[in-house]
């Protein structure tokens, strides 16, 4: 009988090691205050700003390939758009896991992405929009006032990619001409959005990297720090939470792809892939070709075996992501579907407890007495 | 003649000095702060699962510890009285009364065997009765039990709370009605005692009852879409308004409010923060306390590290101040002021009004993990 590994016995074999490789630990020092600082300035004032840069960019692309579209929409315009909305929304997902600041206030980060919209509010909104076209959904600023739900990316998706929009928006017709002027409204109001991240992001980071005794926000730069590992490990919970378990449902008869994230641009899994490269650079430092290997929270970690398993268990988790199709209902289309998708949670639900343990306990960024075991 | 001075003076505890101070600071001299002789008192944690009544003073200094058999939670102020109630946190089966002044154990209460205390007990204005809230697990019910303080603590009485998981309760101001926070959430001991065995049916609710006849006077709930909001603790103003703090059961990213108004008769209404406070209470509130005006109330939110202040009269957001796992909170005598304790052991006097926080200035509180609520004991 050949031995098969499975991503249990690789992910699991690293830890064996290291719990067989390190003796218990003593009660440890604490880590000082100046050690965060550092990695605040890296994280928050050296990888962050490009990208956002970089979205900022993406949605700007997104928002003019749709206008040029739009002036004489052919099949090749349409493919053009949506392969702009791919782009940015690639972007968008490895960003979005880093909530905080600027990207959750004012509902920012809702009126990029409303999900999930566990009560249809958008298809419902959608609907009485097509049957009115009210011309103040086709002007950006004003659809900026409007419900979060016909803002951002999921309303984009529906123009883009939903039932016969695309072939109304080539042809022209009463229905395509408002699709091309709301979905080109949608574009540019993400590019706005987009700005006001980009030019509000310094002043947060300055405040997360000055934290001190007299600051009434970031008291400490442990304090301040705490927000980036929250980032990590609520990341990590919203994509086994949320865009596993939604389409999971309770067993493989009541799984629906339509109730992932992105699900009729059909990337529902490409998101959770782009998630895992901004979560990633969180620990490690490095975000595309951006950042210094180790400058993370990882520079916290004294312990090289530790950094190196974790590494590993993320890497593996992460190449399952890329090996599987983008969609979830391409998955679950497969025979072994289900399992398939249900493995993956397992993995995303270890590499949380990883951090739990590993990554909060050693960073000491796990939380208090109150905050893990309040009443 | 001379004599009468110098006793006079020697009471003001200021000597010869006094005549040389400018008549402002002289009166300030002649009138005692009420704070400074103020003792803040809570449940506390060690290192080694070691568990603590600890009482400290206006500066933080530690006056006393007092070992408990199990984790704590909050602490019933018998009035005029020397009393103080401490109930084991949910599942809880001990009670202890301990002096005031001195930590030392008075009496003991032991919950009956199909009952678990909550946390929180509270006395009635004459101090005669204690009513602490208790989980009837077997009937996923929750009841409020009364002991006769002037009988050796004898159990007397049991009411229905009008809900399951009930936690905080309080005396109104008429000191004839008790509100209660029922949580909603049914929990087991044979499961922990802790795990929620219900979430996608819980119904948590606010219930008023009187104190003597057990019978509910009001009851208000959430509406059905925030069921998931378990109403967990709250505080009663002079004028009966109630401020509560929820937790919720649901996902991360829900947007629900974590905090409600209470006026009994009307609907619970929620409040909320900004988008980048509200997100940071990590959908999490901790301890609610008003403040000694009744204008200003504070709700501690320990998984985002903060306390959030807010506006009585017009129910708006104040302020926050960032107070790392900070979760005990109690009033000092000034308007918008309060002491925060928090449970990597600082202690923080806030002023909501000027958004200021500054530590207390003696370290041996800093010893302990200070727990879930703060009292504070006037001298």
């Known amino acids: 009988m050949i031995f ?11 830890t064996t090691v290291l719990a067989v490789g390190l003796s218990a ?10 050690s965060y600082q550092p990695v605040l300035a890296h994280l928050l004032g050296t990888v962050m700003p490009p990208k956002l840069d970089e979205f900022h960019t993406a949605t700007e692309e997104l928002s003019e390939e749709f206008r040029d579209f739009c002036s004489d929409p052919d099949n090749g315009g349409l493919e053009d758009t949506q392969a702009a909305y791919h782009a940015a929304m690639d972007i968008w997902q490895e960003i979005q896991p880093w909530r905080m600041g600027p990207l959750v206030a004012n509902g920012r980060d809702q009126h990029i992405e409303y999900w999930p919209d566990k009560h249809g509010t958008a298809a419902r909104q959608f609907r009485k929009l097509m049957f009115d076209k009210p011309a103040a959904y086709t002007d950006p600023e004003q659809l900026a006032g409007a419900s979060a739900a016909l803002q951002g ?38 590019g706005t959005l987009s700005g006001e991240l980009q030019a509000e992001w310094p002043e947060f980071a300055t405040a997360m990297e000055n934290a001190g005794p007299d600051s009434m926000d970031y008291p400490s730069a442990k304090f301040a720090a705490t927000d980036l590992y929250r980032a990590l490990h609520e990341g990590l919970l919203i994509i086994s939470t949320q865009k596993l378990a939604r389409p999971l449902g309770e067993n493989a008869e009541d799984a629906r792809a339509s109730r992932g994230e992105s699900p009729l641009a059909g990337r529902s899994l490409r998101n959770i892939e782009h998630n ?3 979560l990633f650079a969180i620990y490690d430092g490095t975000w595309g070709d951006v950042g210094e290997e180790g400058k993370g ?47 993956l949670k397992g993995q995303i639900e270890f590499l949380t407890m990883l951090v739990e343990n590993d990554v909060g306990g050693n960073t000491q960024l796990g939380g208090g007495f109150n905050a893990l075991d309040g009443d | 003649m001379e004599y009468q001075r110098r006793n006079f003076l020697k009471l003001m505890g200021v000597g010869g000095a006094f005549t040389l101070l400018p008549l ?15 003792v803040y008192i809570s449940a506390s944690a060690g290192e080694h699962d070691d568990y603590y009544v600890s009482a400290f003073n206006a500066s933080g200094k530690i006056l006393f510890e007092q070992a408990l058999p199990g984790r704590g939670h909050d602490i019933g102020l018998r009035p005029n009285h020397v009393d103080v109630a401490a109930v084991e946190r949910r599942p809880g089966l001990y009670g202890l009364i301990l002096d005031r002044h001195t930590g030392e154990v008075r009496a003991k209460l032991h919950c009956p065997q199909d009952r678990r205390f909550y946390g929180h007990a509270i006395y009635s204005n004459d101090g005669r009765y204690l009513y602490i809230t208790e989980n009837d697990f077997d009937h996923a019910r929750g009841v409020v039990s009364v002991w006769d303080a002037e009988d050796g603590y004898r159990r007397v009485a049991e009411f229905d709370s009008f809900g399951t998981g009930p936690h905080e309760l309080h005396l109104m101001p008429d000191g004839e009605h008790l509100v209660i926070a029922n949580g909603g959430l049914h929990t087991h001991p044979d499961q922990d005692g802790r795990t929620p065995l219900n979430i996608s049916s819980m ?32 505080d009663v ?20 409010p974590l905090v409600g108004i209470w006026q009994p008769g009307s609907e619970i209404r929620p409040i909320e923060a900004p988008d980048n406070v509200q997100y940071r209470m990590r959908q999490y509130c901790g301890s609610v306390r008003f403040d000694a005006s009744g204008q200003v109330f504070g709700i501690s939110c320990p998984r985002g590290g903060l306390v959030t202040f807010w506006d009585a009269q017009t129910n708006d957001f104040l302020t926050h101040i960032a107070a790392p796992d900070g979760c005990g909170l109690a009033a000092t005598n000034q308007s918008g002021e309060f002491v925060g304790t928090s449970g990597l052991g600082n202690g923080w006097r806030m002023d909501a009004i000027r958004r200021k926080r500054v530590e207390l200035p003696d370290d041996s509180h800093k010893s302990l993990h200070w727990d879930n609520h703060l009292r504070r004991i006037q001298a």
Request: glycine share 6%; hydrophobic share 40%; charged share 20%.
């Open chain 1, 4 to 14: 098969k590994p499975s991503w249990r016995s690789l992910l699991l074999s690293t």
């Open chain 1, 25 to 34: 630990p003593g009660a440890k020092a604490d880590i000082p205050d100046e």
């Open chain 1, 153 to 190: 990316f999921p309303a984009l998706e529906e123009v883009l990619f939903a039932d016969d929009h695309g072939d109304q928006m080539i042809a022209a017709d009463e229905d395509g001409v408002f699709l091309c002027q709301y979905g080109t409204a949608i574009a540019t109001n993400l």
């Open chain 1, 276 to 278: 895992l490269i901004g």
């Open chain 1, 297 to 343: 929270l990882a520079a916290l970690i004294d312990n090289s075996l530790l950094d190196r398993s974790f590494k590993l268990n993320w890497q593996t988790v992460s190449d399952t992501v890329a090996d599987l199709p983008p969609s979830v209902a391409e998955v679950l289309d497969q025979s072994d579907g289900y399992a398939t998708l249900s493995d």
């Open chain 2, 24 to 38: 402002g600071l002289a009166r300030a001299a002649t009138t005692p702060n009420p704070e400074d002789r103020a």
């Open chain 2, 203 to 234: 119904e948590p609710n606010l219930s008023i009852i009187e104190r003597r006849t057990g019978k509910l006077v009001h009851q208000a709930a959430l509406k059905h879409d925030w069921h998931k909001l378990s109403i967990r603790h709250l």
């Open chain 2, 237 to 256: 103003a002079a004028n009966g308004m109630i401020a509560a703090g929820f937790q919720y059961q649901g996902d991360l990213t829900d947007q629900v």
